[in-house]
């Protein structure tokens, strides 16, 4: 398995515009977490979905965030209007039913909003 | 909830220096413990862990032990390399069936110089 696949690993865009970041997981794995890291907050946990249900999603800054698990091998984390204080690196990460805990994580998609 | 607290960084050694990184958790029950390392440019990967009281977790030259009694997960290394240089974060797991959702630490940064 390649592991998990998030792109695009940099975007720069337009504060307004739409912002859509993608994630395949790691195949077999029920679990997948949309993560953000910063400086300042150091690394948040934004929803995850189990099954491809979301679970949590108190962690989700505010109703400009929606996340999406249309299947077992694909989520999106998208950002409408996007706004420079959301420039950050977003990563995705899956776990095994069978080993809570061990996350295999992506490289991230780095964002930069100007 | 949860909480963890790992010594603030950034940590700067010598090469072959011993490297401990301090970790401290509250939580309800027992948690299973995980260490991750994020390289440079990298998503976080699993260095090692522990799942109940006593336990040593160890891995490229690196241990820590469940302590109960200190609630603590000390991360520790004889003789730090360069390639060693990154940031390492303590998680705990909360205990029970469907916990998947792990709490991270701040963080510290490692740096080896030679």
């Known amino acids: 398995d390649a592991g998990v696949i998030q792109s695009p690993r940099h975007e720069v865009t337009e504060m307004g515009q739409e912002v859509t970041l993608r994630c395949k997981p790691i195949?077999?794995?029920?679990?997948l977490f949309w993560y953000r890291q910063t400086m300042m907050r150091g690394l948040e946990l934004l929803i995850y979905?189990?099954?491809?249900?979301?679970?949590?999603d108190s962690g989700m800054p505010e109703d400009r965030f929606s996340a999406k698990m249309p299947n077992a091998s694909f989520s999106t984390l998208k950002i409408q209007p996007s706004e420079p204080r959301d420039s950050a690196v977003y990563f995705c990460?899956?776990?095994?039913?069978?080993?809570?805990?061990?996350?295999?994580f992506g490289q991230g998609t780095r964002l930069t909003v100007v | 909830g949860d909480s963890v607290t790992q010594m603030e960084g950034p940590v700067t050694l010598s090469e072959e220096a011993f490297l401990t990184i301090n970790c401290t958790y509250t939580a309800t029950g027992y948690p299973s413990l995980f260490w991750y390392v994020q390289y440079p440019g990298e998503g976080l990967q699993l260095l090692l862990k522990a799942t109940k009281a006593d336990d040593k977790g160890s891995n490229k030259g690196f241990e820590a032990t469940y302590r109960k009694e200190t609630t603590s997960f000390h991360l520790e290394k004889g003789s730090v390399q360069v390639s060693d240089s990154a940031v390492y974060f303590c998680a705990p797991l909360p205990p029970g069936a469907g916990s998947y959702q792990l709490t991270f630490g701040k963080g510290t940064k490692l740096s080896v110089i030679p």
């Open positions: 990460a899956s776990q095994g039913t069978n080993f809570p805990g061990v996350a295999f």
């Open positions: 195949s077999g794995h029920d679990y």
């Open positions: 979905f189990n099954n491809n249900v979301p679970i949590d």
